[in-house]
């Protein structure tokens, strides 16, 4: 079998570089180990059947394991030349350049325009938030749905109008990168396609690494494609792992290991 030892082809800077890294939630390993690199400015899709720990890596680039009792994690992500997980490293700051959305839309019970200028002006944002706003929402493919009515709640948007206002809450925190863990997962189709487009606009200046289940989605958009599986440990049970990590049309149409190709073709999972 491929290790996954990997850095799938010399796309561009590695925007994380993943060593060693293992994550446990008490004492039971739910990740082993995993090296990999993150190029910049791709869209990197995470697959594979429930639990296998899509969303645990997820989570590690922006230290949101850090939120959950019990999590460790081992092993170094580097991030902009340094350790994410080194101690004089401030987890809210990573979270800041490392944006993330989630499964379900989550605006905050405010109004739309303030979903988008609450982030920066906590943080002492020095500019113009009125511009910000509406860079921001012209960004995320929304403005012109929502430019006459910026004070309306953004609870009382669509599901889609709602992830996309999501989408451009982070990137109003001028992040780097933008982690999605199942973005389109309660959106209808057209909403879905919306998301999906506005993520092929996004890479342009941003990393997405997304998680989802739908692989025909993976297939559509992401430039390269991780594919995780489950093992059963000494003890009976079932840890994640990262079996192969591809270039997607390459994952999809002759995958290098066996694992991913009955995953794909439907044989599993
Ligand atoms: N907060 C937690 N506490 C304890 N165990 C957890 C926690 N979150 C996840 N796990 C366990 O870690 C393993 C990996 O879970 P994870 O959610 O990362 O998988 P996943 O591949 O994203 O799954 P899904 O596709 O179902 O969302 C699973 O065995 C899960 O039960």
């Not at 199942?182 to 189709?189: F, I, K, R, V």
Request: net charge positive.
């Amino acid at each position: 079998m491929r290790s996954n030892n990997l850095a799938p082809n010399k796309l561009d800077t590695a925007t994380f570089e993943v060593r060693g890294v293992k994550v446990y939630y008490g004492d039971f390993m739910a990740l082993q180990e995993v090296n990999i690199e993150i190029p910049q400015r791709q869209i990197i899709a995470f697959i594979g059947p429930s639990g296998c720990g899509k969303s645990t890596l997820l989570r590690c680039f922006n230290r949101m394991n850090d939120l959950i009792p019990g999590a460790k994690v081992e092993g170094e992500i580097n991030y902009k030349g340094r350790n994410i997980y080194d101690s004089k490293i401030n987890p809210v700051k990573v979270r800041r350049q490392v944006g993330m959305v989630f499964q379900r839309p989550n605006p905050f019970p405010k109004t739309i325009y303030e979903n988008i200028a609450f982030g920066p002006r906590t943080n002492g944002y020095k500019g113009n938030i009125d511009e910000l706003v509406e860079e921001s929402l012209r960004r995320a493919a929304l403005w012109d749905e929502v430019k006459n009515k910026l004070k309306a709640k953004g609870t009382d948007l669509s599901g889609g109008q709602q992830q996309r206002l999501c989408i451009a809450r982070a990137i109003a925190m001028k992040p780097d990168v933008i982690l999605m863990d199942e973005p389109c997962s309660a959106l209808d189709p057209i909403s879905t396609k919306q998301v999906e487009e506005l993520c092929l606009e996004l890479k342009e200046q941003y990393t997405i690494v997304m998680v989802t289940h739908n692989m025909q989605q993976a297939s559509r958009v992401s430039d390269l494609t991780a594919f995780f599986n489950t093992e059963t440990d000494s003890s009976g049970k079932r840890r994640g792992k990262l079996v192969e990590f591809s270039p997607t049309e390459q994952i999809f149409d002759s995958p290098s290991t066996r694992e991913a190709q009955e995953y794909i073709s439907g044989r599993f999972g």
